[in-house]
Structures are given as C-alpha cells and as structure tokens.
C-alpha cells in the first residue's frame, strides 16, 4: 500500500532555515501536503503542491517536489522559535472524498 | 478550527466497554473523517462519510463504527474498547476541494 516517510527530529538554530523532507511511494498521487501541529492542537494545513508541479513558495516556505523520486521536501526561511512543531507530509490521489496519507511526522526543534 | 467541535475532548474508560466520540461542524461540508494519531504512525484514516447515512472504511477500520444521520455531525464508536485503541482521534471536514479542516482532537486512553 502506499508509504509516506519522514525523519523523526530535526533541530535547528533560529534564524537559520530548516529543511524537512519526505518521501513516498504512490506513483498517482495528485497532490501533496504539509500540515503543523501545535502540542495539544489539530492539525493546520501549511502549504501544498499539485503533483505536476516542481516547486511553490510561500512567504517563509518553500516547497519542492521530485517526482521522479518520489521526494518532497519543505524548506521554511529565517526560522522562528514559533515555528517549533510537529510537521507532517501527506499524500493524496484527490478526487471529490480526497483521503490523506501521512507521514510519521517530523519534530522541529528551533533553538534560540 | 473551522467550526469543528470534537467531544469529549478527553476519556479514560475501561477495557471492553463501548465508547463513541462525536464530531460536529457548523461549516456544512460535505465529508467528513475520523483519523486516529499514534506515535511512529502519523494519522491514519479509520472512517470517512461523503454524506448522510454514506460512509466507507478506511485504512484502520477494524473495531470501529461509524454513524452519519445529519450532515453536522459523525460519530465514532468502538464497540468495546480495547487497550489498542488509547490514541488520539482526529475528525477532519472538507467540502470536497484541496482543503481539509481538522479539530483538536479527543485523547482517549483504555485502561
């Protein structure tokens, strides 16, 4: 079935920029994602890209996607001790019901 | 969160005794998905609907049930918990776009 992986923990320094990355193994997938949780909160969607693109930024964000590869990754700029969270890659082969896969999630830690 | 109230929002129940979570929107979307969250696992999806008194399984589906009888509300039940269920259960809503909405989630633990 499909697969979606992440690393578990990342630490970084604020103000420097953190790169999560993601791979996953469904070839149709339509769209992929990234959501943040908060401790003790639901899950917000951050950013996503449509499978035939390569690239999509957002303010701080950038995402970019290989496809061949089957990697995804989530770049945030200038990096933010507010920005400390749980982050999760998700898949998805769209269409109206549009359910999601996740990853594990990947724990960023900004130090000040 | 987008009109999405989970309740309750906090459990603790004994092995064996049936339990339902229940998820309500005021967004009047159309789908709706209970996931559940464990470490190591990310979310999984256990049950979604796609309108009322329409509803499918999903990844993890085994010992739950689910009930659709008005668009605003779903509820998850387990019919007779089990200490593998302790988890935490997310309901999300969409209206059917790229967007999906999620609540705060409802931490249960079977003791």
């Known amino acids: 079935g499909e697969d979606v992986e992440q690393s578990l923990f990342l630490s970084v320094r604020e103000g420097d920029s953190s790169v999560i990355n993601c791979t996953y193994t469904d070839s149709s997938s339509t769209y992929l994602y990234w959501y943040k949780q908060e401790p003790g909160a639901g899950l917000q969607l951050l950013t996503y890209?449509?499978?035939?693109?390569d690239m999509k930024q957002d303010q701080r964000l950038t995402v970019l996607l290989n496809k061949k590869d089957k990697h995804l990754s989530l770049r945030i700029a200038d990096t933010q001790t507010g920005d400390s969270a749980i982050y999760f890659c998700a898949e998805s082969e769209g269409g109206a019901t549009n359910k999601l896969i996740f990853g594990t999630g990947t724990l960023l830690a900004v130090q000040p | 969160d987008a009109g999405i109230t989970q309740s309750p929002r906090h459990k603790v129940t004994e092995t064996g005794t049936p339990v339902t979570l229940r998820c309500h929107q005021t967004?009047?979307?159309?789908?709706m998905y209970w996931y559940r969250q464990d470490p190591g696992h990310g979310l999984r999806l256990i049950h979604y609907s796609y309108g009322v008194k329409d509803t499918d399984k999903g990844e993890v589906s085994d010992g739950y049930s689910v009930s659709r009888s008005k668009t605003e509300d779903f509820l998850l039940t387990l019919e007779s918990a089990t200490s593998s269920q302790t988890s935490v259960y997310f309901c999300?809503?969409?209206?059917?776009?790229?967007?999906?909405?999620f609540g705060q989630g409802t931490r249960l633990t079977v003791v």
């Open positions: 967004e009047n979307h159309r789908y």
């Open positions: 999300a809503i969409s209206a059917g776009g790229v967007e999906a909405f």
């Open positions: 890209i449509f499978s035939n693109m």
